[in-house]
């Protein structure tokens, strides 16, 4: 709900913080005190059209601040956050506008685009007047609605399911013929290039272990060299064999003389022996290549660069040719058993299609009955709201086309009215005058209370031209909306007024009277509105509204008798 506006040099008010609350909120004041500034106002933070004709005489920018407190779950959290704006509790939209009319939009106080102001601001806000194209009256939700009214959100949801796959599998289809077409036209080349990565059966990583071998073998010979040498000190007249053999003979001969006790000597000798054996051996096998002496260079190269040529070819790594391979034969396969491919997407494409008829089907049955219940039920209400001759009906028109199809279904749902008998009617924004509508709109929401997600409405000139009984039942029914929703209703009936939980006065005040010029300084008119919070204050704004400038004692008796009968209801 709307818990707070403030607004700052806006035409007559130059500053004012009001504090909403639940239930019905009533606005009056005598014709010309601007009331509509406020309405202005507060359009201008949800997004209307920015004009430096509000901004107030002599200021530099006119300002206005919209603190809402949407329930848990909202839809307006998801798109702030999908906007990467964070917003956990309050939503706080501000707008500011200067004297040249250049505006600036902020939520949370993150600057954000006027169109992003706006949809937030659909989502809180519903006003219902005779200029407004929003909410009920924009036909593009009179489906959403329906399907609200009828609680189809599962049904609703399996249709788009089935829509989505149906339409996936037209894709797949779509994709494949497509491809076969291209594939045909480059049949041959398919076919040698398929044969030619096949015959070089590239393997993943193959380059590198390439690369590796190669840098080897060019190796070798400084390798060679190297070897030699160590093979020198092992295997030479003063290499370490030999001095190891020295060694063996002497040992031998201490052993004749020391008995035992060389022995252990000896043996850990002929274990040195056959480790620089050993070393040996492996020395003279890695001088000869060791695991890689088959390789030869010439043959690593061709090998390596016969990769990296295809390679570059088809514009990919040597790596990248066992996809480029597969992406190829996938082509060629396509050709060859086109038929087959195509008949088993064909089936998926049949298939998808008929699931998605078949809940969509189900989905537009339930729309038929739900139209006829909700027409009833609007009608029902209309009588007592002086629209009398009118009447309502929900237009369920059914696509027989595939192409007037979509993810909804079958279905195109548009609100229709006739505001007098045995003419036709026509879509509701177009034929209700500015009083009527907001009648039309109330009877509505009263119908739809349950599945509204808006939590603000705003009715403006909803007693446009009537009063009496007649006033009383659009009060009756603002009074009963707002048990689920805040309501804000500009009125000029007594009867609306009385029945409000809230009650905000609007009135022209002089500024030299009001004690705020400033020495030297002309008077000039503002707007100022205040709550009435005491029920004195709201019999007499009643009575008021009832007698006129001169306020009556039967007036005030029967503003009493009012609010007595009402404030409690509220």
Same mark, same amino acid.
Request: overall charge negative.
């Given at each position: 709900?709307?818990?707070?506006?403030?607004?700052q040099?806006?035409?007559?008010?130059?500053?004012l913080?009001?504090?909403?609350?639940?239930?019905?909120?009533?606005?009056?004041? @005598?014709?010309?005190?601007?009331?509509?500034?406020?309405?202005?106002? +507060?359009?201008?933070? $949800?997004g209307?059209?920015?004009?430096?004709?509000?901004?107030?005489?002599g200021e530099?920018? !006119?300002?206005?601040?919209?603190?809402?407190?949407?329930?848990?779950?909202?839809?307006?959290y998801?798109?702030?956050k999908?906007?990467?704006?964070?917003?956990?509790?309050?939503?706080? $939209?501000?707008?500011t %506008?200067?004297?040249?009319? *250049?505006?600036?939009?902020?939520?949370?106080?993150?600057?954000?685009?006027v169109?992003?102001?706006?949809?937030a601001?659909e989502?809180?806000?519903?006003i219902?007047?005779?200029?407004?194209?929003?909410?009920l009256?924009?036909?593009?939700?009179? $489906?959403d609605?329906?399907?609200?009214?009828?609680g189809?959100?599962?049904?609703?949801?399996?249709?788009?399911?089935?829509?989505?796959?149906?339409?996936q599998?037209?894709?797949a +289809? /779509? *994709?494949?013929?497509?491809d #076969?077409?291209?594939?045909?036209?480059?049949?041959e080349?398919?076919?040698?290039?398929?044969a030619?990565l096949?015959k070089?059966?590239?393997?993943?990583?193959?380059?590198?272990?390439?690369?590796?071998?190669?840098?080897?073998?060019?190796?070798?010979?400084?390798?060679?060299?190297?070897?030699?040498?160590?093979t020198?000190?092992i295997?030479?007249?003063?290499?370490?064999?030999?001095?190891?053999?020295?060694?063996?003979?002497?040992? @031998?001969?201490l052993?004749?003389?020391?008995?035992?006790?060389?022995?252990? +000597? #000896?043996?850990?000798?002929?274990?040195?022996?056959?480790?620089?054996?050993? =070393?040996?051996?492996?020395?003279?096998?890695?001088?000869n290549?060791?695991? *890689?002496?088959?390789?030869?260079? @010439?043959?690593?190269?061709?090998?390596?660069?016969?990769?990296?040529? =295809?390679?570059?070819?088809? *514009?990919?790594?040597?790596?990248g040719?066992?996809?480029?391979?597969?992406e190829?034969?996938?082509?060629?396969?396509?050709i060859?058993?086109?038929?087959d491919?195509?008949?088993?997407?064909?089936?998926?494409?049949?298939? !998808?299609?008929?699931?998605?008829?078949?809940?969509?089907e189900?989905t537009?049955?339930?729309?038929q009955?739900?139209?006829?219940?909700?027409?009833?039920?609007?009608?029902?209400e209309?009588p007592?709201?002086?629209?009398?001759?009118?009447n309502?009906?929900?237009?369920?028109?059914?696509?027989?086309?595939?192409?007037?199809?979509?993810? /909804?279904?079958?279905d195109?749902?548009?609100?229709? %009215?006739?505001?007098?008998?045995?003419?036709?009617?026509?879509?509701?924004?177009?034929?209700?005058?500015?009083?009527?509508?907001?009648?039309?709109? $109330?009877?509505l929401? %009263?119908?739809?209370?349950?599945?509204?997600? =808006?939590?603000?409405?705003i009715?403006d000139?909803?007693d446009?031209? #009537?009063?009496?009984?007649?006033?009383?039942a659009v009060?009756?029914?603002?009074?009963?909306?707002?048990?689920?929703?805040?309501?804000?209703? %500009?009125?000029?009936?007594?009867?609306?007024?009385?029945?409000a939980a809230?009650h905000?006065?609007?009135?022209?005040t002089?500024?030299?009277?009001?004690?705020?010029?400033k020495?030297?300084?002309?008077?000039?008119?503002?707007?100022?509105?205040?709550?009435?919070?005491a029920?004195k204050?709201?019999?007499?704004?009643?009575?008021?509204?009832?007698?006129?400038?001169?306020?009556?004692?039967?007036?005030?008796?029967q503003?009493?008798?009012?609010?007595?009968?009402?404030?409690?209801?509220?």
């Amino acid at each position: 709900m709307l818990s707070s506006l403030t607004i700052q040099n806006v035409i007559l008010i130059d500053k004012l913080t009001l504090d909403g609350d639940a239930g019905l909120l009533a606005l009056t004041g @005598e014709t010309g005190a601007g009331k509509s500034i406020l309405l202005d106002a +507060l359009g201008l933070a $949800l997004g209307a059209r920015a004009d430096a004709g509000l901004v107030r005489h002599g200021e530099e920018q !006119a300002t206005v601040t919209a603190c809402f407190e949407p329930t848990a779950g909202h839809p307006v959290y998801a798109l702030l956050k999908d906007k990467a704006i964070d917003a956990k509790g309050s939503i706080i $939209l501000r707008r500011t %506008v200067s004297k040249d009319g *250049r505006s600036k939009a902020f939520i949370n106080d993150s600057p954000v685009s006027v169109q992003l102001l706006g949809e937030a601001g659909e989502l809180l806000v519903e006003i219902h007047g005779q200029f407004e194209t929003q909410g009920l009256l924009d036909p593009a939700t009179h $489906l959403d609605t329906l399907d609200g009214y009828a609680g189809l959100a599962g049904d609703t949801a399996v249709t788009r399911a089935a829509w989505k796959l149906w339409r996936q599998a037209k894709d797949a +289809l /779509d *994709r494949a013929m497509t491809d #076969i077409e291209a594939a045909r036209l480059q049949e041959e080349y398919l076919k040698y290039t398929v044969a030619e990565l096949e015959k070089l059966d590239p393997q993943p990583g193959e380059e590198e272990v390439l690369a590796e071998k190669r840098q080897l073998l060019l190796n070798r010979e400084k390798m060679s060299d190297a070897f030699g040498a160590a093979t020198s000190i092992i295997e030479s007249e003063d290499g370490l064999q030999q001095l190891m053999s020295r060694l063996q003979g002497t040992l @031998e001969k201490l052993s004749a003389k020391a008995g035992t006790t060389v022995a252990p +000597l #000896i043996d850990s000798l002929a274990r040195a022996r056959n480790e620089i054996d050993d =070393i040996a051996w492996q020395i003279e096998k890695l001088k000869n290549g060791g695991e *890689r002496g088959a390789d030869k260079l @010439e043959d690593v190269e061709e090998r390596y660069f016969a990769l990296k040529e =295809i390679a570059k070819k088809h *514009r990919t790594t040597a790596d990248g040719l066992v996809t480029v391979y597969e992406e190829l034969a996938q082509k060629l396969r396509l050709i060859t058993h086109q038929e087959d491919t195509l008949a088993e997407l064909q089936r998926a494409v049949t298939d !998808a299609k008929q699931k998605f008829m078949a809940a969509a089907e189900k989905t537009s049955l339930k729309r038929q009955k739900a139209a006829q219940k909700l027409a009833k039920a609007v009608n029902a209400e209309l009588p007592d709201l002086k629209l009398d001759k009118a009447n309502f009906a929900v237009d369920c028109l059914r696509g027989t086309a595939e192409d007037s199809w979509n993810a /909804d279904g079958f279905d195109r749902v548009q609100f229709l %009215v006739s505001t007098n008998p045995n003419t036709p009617a026509g879509p509701i924004h177009k034929i209700a005058s500015g009083g009527e509508l907001s009648r039309f709109m $109330l009877a509505l929401k %009263v119908i739809l209370a349950e599945t509204g997600s =808006i939590p603000t409405l705003i009715f403006d000139e909803v007693d446009s031209g #009537i009063g009496g009984a007649t006033a009383d039942a659009v009060g009756e029914r603002l009074q009963r909306l707002a048990r689920k929703y805040q309501v804000l209703v %500009v009125t000029h009936s007594p009867q609306v007024a009385a029945r409000a939980a809230h009650h905000w006065h609007v009135a022209k005040t002089d500024q030299a009277k009001a004690g705020q010029t400033k020495t030297g300084q002309k008077s000039t008119v503002i707007t100022r509105i205040t709550p009435l919070t005491a029920v004195k204050e709201r019999q007499e704004e009643i009575a008021r509204m009832l007698s006129g400038a001169e306020i009556t004692k039967e007036a005030r008796a029967q503003a009493a008798k009012l609010l007595e009968n009402h404030v409690a209801a509220a």
